[in-house]
């Protein structure tokens, strides 16, 4: 394909977003929203286009694109496979539907905002598509800023706080991870990620190489101890933001964990199995709990996207077949449906301008299309059969199970968690008396808020019960990265005997 289109689909959303800077045409509302809406709809059928074409019977990286950028060091190059595909195209659809949502939630600077919207959806795509790894760690940073920018201007009454927080953690997180880099360009000569994996990295080097990286994506997924800036964040960001930051950016580090954590460095992957396992069951169990006694719905939800990525994490490092791709779906499914519950969220709280538990009951009653759609996120939240959200944990169940008896057993208990706080706040809102003056007063799902929640509500069921479209196009990928894990461990284990 003589087309650059991996450039085009990162690209395209920041010139949508310097022209809605500097275009006279966007001073007013509607014209911001009409130019960044057209940008990310075309964005997303480019994406469904470059689908479309995917060769998901090939293991090798598509569309590779390779630029010289710093001669004789750093290459821009960008490629895909079957793993990194389908967060594209979750990207350019969750940020159509967060620049639709904007309607009644940005009140002031709205132009600025779109703009910061659209530089994140390159960011976020170019971490997805990045082939080295001095780009891809651009990519990843660079990402910080705009969700900075909409927490910190956009965000709630502590929005200042909880963007400092978020920016200095995953930041601080990161620093590790450049020196890492570094390291690998010394060691291998290069940060081409296609080398790296034909090369191999030094077995002596791995676990600190490992350990740095991790310390980059533990805090962005966020696993436990260091997830306390999630709940913050989401509860101080306006509802696009925690759209976009519970559907997309979690997922850069889980991806990340798949990309480089198991495909350079396999042996300190398989030596460091212990820890993730204790850490996700962690965060699993514990977040679980600590989501049962919340207050705010947000929170609530926060809480749930920690024990969800447990789930992420625990199955990306069984190294099996079912707990890899479960991961990946699981983490396509919480896209999904985490989106829909911050949104759900959004609905009523600019309704009601307040977020906590007691203030509702009895909604069912006033907003009965809203209860329906809340309803089916919420059981899909809690997994469900029949919703994406079952197909996810399954599998990284199953592959748990074939690898450790007694982890999968203790985490099969987040299942039951996860159902008792979901159904715990679905009954508190939904159900019940009206006690509030105020929620007599709501007014039911308008137009925008009624196709975007039944949209991500249709997906949810379709993939729930057809995930065939999805997992096709990830198994032979990881098949390859499966193989090539077992292929290094293997050499490793000749050499040392």
């Avoid at 990207?91 to 600077?109: A, E, H, M, P």
């Amino acid at each position: 394909m003589n087309f650059p289109i991996l450039s085009s689909l990162i690209l395209l959303p920041t010139i949508g977003g310097l022209f809605i800077l500097f275009s006279r045409s966007s001073s007013n509302y509607n014209g911001a929203k009409y130019i960044s809406l057209f940008i990310s709809l075309a964005n997303f059928f480019l994406s469904l286009y470059l689908w479309y074409v995917f060769d998901s019977n090939s293991s090798e990286f598509q569309f590779v694109e390779e630029r010289i950028w710093l001669k004789g060091f750093i290459n821009y190059k960008v490629g895909i496979d079957g793993i990194s595909i389908l967060f594209i195209i979750l990207t350019t659809f969750i940020t159509t539907l967060c620049i639709i949502s904007v309607n009644s939630t940005i009140k002031y600077r709205l132009k600025d905002f779109l703009v910061a919207i659209l530089l994140m959806e390159t960011m976020m795509i170019g971490v997805f598509c990045s082939l080295d790894l001095v780009i891809f760690y651009l990519f990843f940073e660079a990402g910080l800023i705009p969700m900075f920018l909409i927490i910190g201007i956009w965000g709630g009454e502590r929005r200042v706080y909880s963007a400092f927080k978020f920016f200095l953690y995953t930041l601080l997180g990161s620093v590790l991870m450049l020196v890492a880099i570094i390291s690998i360009y010394w060691i291998a000569g290069t940060t081409d990620v296609i080398e790296l994996y034909q090369l191999g990295i030094d077995a002596k080097y791995q676990n600190l190489l490992w350990l740095a990286f991790f310390s980059s994506f533990a805090v962005k997924t966020p696993m436990w101890p260091v997830h306390t800036w999630l709940p913050d964040a989401h509860v101080e960001a306006p509802t696009a933001g925690s759209v976009l930051l519970a559907a997309i950016l979690l997922k850069m580090a889980g991806y990340g964990f798949i990309r480089f954590s198991i495909g350079l460095f396999p042996i300190a992957s398989e030596y460091f199995v212990p820890l993730i396992f204790v850490l996700s069951l962690i965060a699993i169990i514990y977040t679980s709990f600590v989501a049962l006694v919340q207050e705010d719905m947000k929170k609530l939800i926060a809480y749930s996207s920690v024990a969800h990525m447990g789930f992420v994490t625990m199955g990306i490092f069984t190294m099996t077949p079912q707990g890899i791709e479960g991961s990946i779906f699981q983490m396509i499914s919480h896209g999904i449906i985490s989106a829909a519950l911050f949104l759900c969220v959004g609905v009523v709280y600019e309704r009601m301008h307040t977020r906590e538990i007691s203030k509702y009951g009895g909604v069912v009653s006033v907003m009965p299309r809203y209860a329906v759609v809340f309803m089916i996120f919420t059981l899909g939240a809690l997994g469900l059969p029949g919703t994406t959200g079952f197909i996810g944990e399954f599998l990284i169940l199953l592959g748990t199970f074939k690898v450790n008896f007694i982890v999968a057993t203790i985490a099969s208990l987040g299942v039951i968690l996860g159902a008792a706080y979901m159904l715990w706040l679905y009954r508190r809102i939904v159900f019940g008396e009206i006690n509030n003056a105020e929620v007599k007063k709501l007014v039911d799902l308008d137009r925008s808020e009624m196709i975007i929640l039944t949209l991500l509500a249709f997906l949810s069921i379709l993939f729930g019960f057809y995930p065939d479209p999805l997992l096709s196009t990830t198994s032979v990928s990881v098949e390859s990265l499966i193989d090539l894990f077992n292929m290094n461990i293997k050499i490793y284990t000749a050499n040392t005997l």
